[in-house]
């Protein structure tokens, strides 16, 4: 079993930053793989970055070079750096993890407007 808590959600403008912390309850390292998902209204979720236990990171071709995804293993948290934010980033993201099955957070909502 694995619980997640989102934080770091809000309203920005375009432009601007936001970061994402996704805290898990247990060690993440042994995870197979962490990462973020974005649900915009009347959409399909989406995958936005992941990184694996051994480091790899991959990202939705939308925001590559715009989110950073990291992790700290001694927080056992993930974190999404989000800069240059558009409207159409707007969105509740969910943090994921997999380890035998997908885990979920219950999201946080990103708002970019002016």
């Known amino acids: 079993q694995v619980q997640l808590v989102e934080s770091g959600g809000g309203l920005v403008q375009p432009g601007g930053s936001l970061r994402l912390s996704c805290a898990a309850s247990?060690?993440?390292?042994?995870?197979?793989?962490m990462g973020w998902y974005r649900q915009a209204a009347e959409k399909q979720r989406e995958l936005v970055a992941i990184i694996t236990s051994g480091g790899s990171t991959n990202y939705a071709d939308s925001v590559k070079g715009r989110f950073t995804i990291s992790r700290d293993i001694s927080k056992n948290t993930v974190y999404l750096q989000m800069n240059s934010l558009k409207p159409e980033d707007t969105a509740v993201y969910y943090c994921?993890?997999?380890?035998?099955?997908?885990?979920w957070g219950e999201g946080t909502l990103v708002t970019v407007s002016s």
């Open positions: 247990r060690n993440i390292f042994s995870l197979v793989s």
């Open positions: 994921n993890a997999y380890w035998l099955m997908n885990y």
